[in-house]
């Protein structure tokens, strides 16, 4: 990705023009995107069409990520706490070693996503898709897991185990 694509997508999501930025997404929709650690938190990003993109490391904490499109993206390290992301797309996305304490999953599709060594801890996961997701210790202390779907999720060594 150029620089100057680069300044583009960092001006349109820090200075939170969604509807800009999505209408660029969609002319655009052939180009790489890196936002790799970028600080996002605070933020009103709901709806955002971040499919695809590599988040890896980046800050979401504290931000409204509701409806956001994260599906196929690079979350690898990214901080989610205390983030907004209910009825999110994040299908077949690398959510490895990220934060998601706090974090609201209400309605959130995470099929065939990879969790593994994730913190959930204290997050809502109310009617959350976790099929056939990979939730290899994964922190759940304070989690009720009561109304998620599971089916054939790899749920094994979680670190403390779900309310």
């Known amino acids: 990705m150029s620089s100057d694509t680069q300044s583009v997508v960092t001006a349109f999501l820090c200075n939170q023009r969604v509807a800009e930025f ?17 600080d996002l938190s605070n933020l009103d990003l709901s709806g955002a069409l971040l499919n695809g993109v590599s988040c890896v490391g980046c800050n979401f904490s504290n931000s409204n990520l509701c409806q956001t499109n994260f599906v196929q993206s690079a979350l690898s390290m990214a901080n989610f706490e205390k983030s907004s992301l209910n ?7 690398d959510l490895s070693r990220s934060n998601l304490s706090h974090a609201d999953l209400t309605r959130t599709n995470l099929m065939w996503s990879n969790l593994s060594h994730a913190d959930l801890s204290s997050c809502v996961l109310t ?3 976790l099929v056939e997701s990979n ?29």
Do not use: P
Request: proline content about 0%; charged content about 20%.
């Open 22 to 38: 999505n209408k660029w997404r969609l002319e655009n929709l052939i180009l790489k995107i890196s936002l790799d650690g970028t």
């Open 87 to 93: 009825s999110a797309l994040m299908m077949y996305s």
């Open 127 to 129: 009617r959350t898709i």
């Open 135 to 163: 939730l290899s210790q994964v922190n759940l202390t304070g989690v009720d897991m009561s109304t998620a779907f599971l089916k054939y999720a790899k749920i094994d060594n979680l670190k403390n185990e779900a309310v």
